[in-house]
């Protein structure tokens, strides 16, 4: 079976497995497991952050850092499509009591025009409570449902700088900074300058098993460590699985630019079949979303024939690449795909 549903699903290779087994660990809710405290020193290094925390998932990443940037009642600024507001599962509203203001974005990103209308002024003649108090403002880089996009720098300084204008926190969701930077040549470093909190995870394209991190400066990830443990995340020996990130960080940043070549192989192969459109310019990194009439029967008939995707949409399929998919797999899944399409 081609897997190409997720970077989700990439298992642990050997190496991994074996700096896993071999990890000293301690108790983590006590910060006694050395190789938790290695790897948040390491991934605070790389982010250019004063602290970082290791947590198990990305979800609970943003989400601590939800709770940590607003007060119930507040307003959080998101692009519709984040990960935040279409697979969290209403946490912002549940753990943190605010709302979502959403920006129909393109390819992911909005513009600093889009932010500042959407952040209400109030009128000097209206009583300025009246207003949903906008305390942050959360982005994704690179951006999942937008087809692993990437902000352009220049525009993230531009927006952030204008959240900064409206007093309003700034957290990026970067679960993909990892190809955002093999991509872009930005270092993590320079995207996380622009941010209050960034999230960071291990369990994608780096093919560690479980966890991400909160990045940012110490008071804030002090204050993070409250909510990590109120929301269930003290994980006690966590050292077993921070050692397969650690493993990760150091050995599979580089080659997550093959994912990016097998990615555009894919998108330029699939667009040649009669059926399929495929926005080439929105393939930047590991993920390729493209249009057919009938996804539901497409990704079926690919499954039968040893091809996994998911049905994203209406009329789109996602084909995410990873380490799980080599560059000999990448053609035979753009044949499945024709195959399939031939017999629509
Ligand atoms: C952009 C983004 N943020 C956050 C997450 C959540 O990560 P986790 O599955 O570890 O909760 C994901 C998961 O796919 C994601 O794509």
Same mark, same amino acid.
């Given at each position: 079976?081609?897997?190409?549903?997720?970077?989700?699903?990439?298992?642990?290779?050997?190496?991994?497995?074996?700096?896993?087994?071999?990890?000293?660990?301690?108790?983590?809710?006590?910060?006694?497991?050395?190789?938790?405290?290695?790897?948040?020193?390491?991934?605070?290094?790389?982010?250019?952050?004063?602290?970082?925390?290791?947590?198990?998932?990305?979800?609970?990443?943003?989400?601590?850092?939800?709770?940590?940037?607003?007060?119930?009642?507040?307003?959080?600024?998101?692009?519709?499509?984040?990960?935040?507001?279409?697979?969290?599962?209403?946490?912002?509203?549940?753990?943190?009591?605010?709302?979502?203001?959403?920006?129909?974005?393109?390819?992911?990103?909005?513009?600093?025009?889009?932010?500042?209308?959407?952040?209400?002024?109030?009128?000097?003649?209206?009583?300025?409570?009246?207003?949903?108090?906008?305390?942050?403002?959360?982005?994704?880089?690179?951006?999942?449902?937008?087809?692993?996009?990437?902000?352009?720098?220049?525009?993230?300084?531009?927006?952030?700088?204008?959240?900064?204008?409206?007093?309003?926190?700034?957290?990026?969701?970067? *679960?993909? &900074?990892?190809? =955002?930077? %093999?991509?872009?040549?930005?270092?993590? +470093?320079?995207?996380?300058?622009?941010? $209050?909190? !960034?999230?960071?995870?291990?369990?994608?394209?780096?093919?560690?098993?479980?966890?991400?991190?909160?990045?940012?400066?110490?008071?804030?990830?002090?204050?993070?460590?409250?909510?990590?443990?109120?929301?269930?995340?003290?994980?006690?020996? *966590?050292? &077993?699985?921070? =050692?397969? %990130?650690?493993?990760?960080?150091?050995? +599979?940043?580089?080659?997550?630019?093959? $994912?990016? !070549?097998?990615?555009?192989?894919?998108?330029?192969?699939?667009?040649?079949?009669?059926?399929?459109?495929?926005?080439?310019?929105?393939?930047?990194?590991?993920?390729?979303?493209?249009?057919?009439?009938?996804?539901?029967?497409?990704?079926? *008939?690919?499954?039968?024939?040893?091809? %996994?995707?998911?049905?994203?949409?209406?009329?789109?399929?996602?084909?995410?690449?990873?380490?799980?998919?080599?560059?000999?797999?990448?053609?035979?899944?753009?044949?499945?795909?024709?195959?399939?399409?031939?017999?629509?």
């Amino acid at each position: 079976m081609i897997d190409l549903r997720s970077d989700t699903i990439t298992k642990p290779t050997d190496g991994m497995r074996r700096a896993m087994a071999n990890a000293l660990v301690g108790d983590d809710v006590y910060h006694d497991d050395p190789t938790v405290n290695a790897l948040e020193e390491h991934v605070a290094r790389l982010l250019g952050t004063e602290a970082a925390m290791y947590v198990p998932t990305g979800t609970m990443s943003n989400q601590v850092a939800i709770r940590v940037h607003t007060q119930p009642g507040d307003s959080v600024v998101i692009e519709a499509l984040g990960h935040i507001g279409n697979h969290e599962l209403g946490g912002a509203a549940h753990h943190s009591g605010v709302t979502l203001n959403r920006i129909q974005g393109t390819l992911g990103t909005f513009t600093t025009d889009q932010l500042v209308d959407v952040v209400p002024v109030p009128h000097p003649a209206m009583p300025s409570h009246l207003y949903d108090p906008h305390t942050l403002v959360c982005l994704e880089n690179t951006h999942n449902l937008a087809g692993g996009t990437i902000w352009p720098i220049d525009q993230l300084r531009d927006v952030t700088q204008t959240a900064v204008d409206l007093g309003m926190a700034r957290h990026l969701d970067g *679960a993909r &900074i990892w190809n =955002a930077t %093999a991509a872009s040549g930005v270092g993590p +470093n320079e995207y996380a300058a622009l941010f $209050d909190t !960034v999230s960071v995870c291990f369990s994608k394209g780096l093919g560690a098993p479980v966890g991400s991190a909160l990045c940012g400066p110490a008071d804030t990830i002090s204050e993070a460590r409250r909510f990590k443990q109120m929301f269930g995340g003290g994980f006690r020996q *966590a050292g &077993i699985i921070a =050692a397969g %990130a650690l493993y990760a960080l150091n050995n +599979n940043r580089e080659r997550l630019v093959e $994912d990016h !070549v097998n990615a555009q192989t894919f998108a330029h192969g699939v667009a040649e079949i009669e059926g399929v459109t495929v926005n080439l310019d929105a393939v930047q990194t590991n993920i390729v979303n493209f249009s057919v009439r009938d996804p539901g029967r497409i990704v079926d *008939a690919c499954l039968t024939d040893g091809l %996994a995707m998911l049905v994203n949409g209406p009329q789109e399929i996602r084909a995410v690449f990873s380490m799980e998919a080599d560059a000999a797999d990448t053609k035979k899944a753009i044949a499945i795909v024709a195959e399939a399409l031939r017999a629509d």
